[in-house]
């Protein structure tokens, strides 16, 4: 289970975060790519926009269920 208290920086302000324990695997980005984004220096994926529409919504869903190692939670 993602951690707020261990979110990245990166991350933009919103109820989606992913945290440090992230692996890049870069599966969040291949689902939702217009929300999470991958930081290439650090080696670890953020959300760069936070979802605004049904769609939306239900692609970070299926990110968060697709992460293998659960970095990507939800304030809500």
């Given amino acids: 289970m993602a951690d707020a208290n261990q979110k990245w920086p990166e991350n ?3 109820t989606i975060f992913v945290d440090q324990s992230c692996i ?3 599966a969040c ?3 939702a790519p217009d929300i ?3 930081h290439e220096a650090e080696g670890h994926a953020f959300v760069k ?3 605004t529409t049904p ?3 239900s ?3 299926e990110a968060i ?3 293998p190692v659960e970095a990507i939670g939800t304030d809500k």
């Fill in 55 to 57: 769609e939306e919504e």
């Fill in 12 to 14: 933009v302000p919103g």
């Fill in 65 to 67: 269920e697709g992460c």
């Fill in 36 to 38: 999470f984004a991958m």
């Fill in 49 to 51: 926009k936070q979802p």
């Fill in 29 to 31: 980005c291949l689902t």
């Fill in 24 to 26: 890049a695997c870069d």
């Fill in 59 to 61: 692609l970070c869903k």
